[in-house]
């Protein structure tokens, strides 16, 4: 398996992981008046700090893979598992399932962005 592979697949787990994870643990800022409150109750949160420390890290991680890979290739994969992880993740958390919409446009995004390396390929 070619190491960019693998590299899209980790970038996308860590995005598509910690943005649930970044929703739920930051659930409560909307009672936050100021955004001095707002940045005193994010900090105090190690599990959002956690978190954003994952997500921050997936974006460094994307930096770099965006110097070694082809542009037109490593953005619609990465983001296109993103959102299948993240749904995956999201679902897992007891956000909600994904609706037939949903999967029906996760597989067309990949099916998309199959088509796209198939051609470059």
Known sequence: MDSSIIKMLFVS????????????????????QSNVEKLKFLM?????????????LGSVLFYFLLGSTDLGIAVPVVNSLTLLFTAIVGAIMGEGQVG?????GTLLIMIGTGICNFERG
């Not at 037939?100 to 029906?104: Q, R, T």
């Open 100 to 104: 037939v919409k949903g999967a029906v």
């Open 44 to 56: 105090f949160r190690p599990f959002y700090l956690f978190s954003l420390l994952g997500n921050q």
């Open 13 to 32: 787990v860590l995005w598509g992981s910690t943005n649930p994870l970044i929703k739920k643990f930051s659930s409560g800022i909307e009672n936050c």
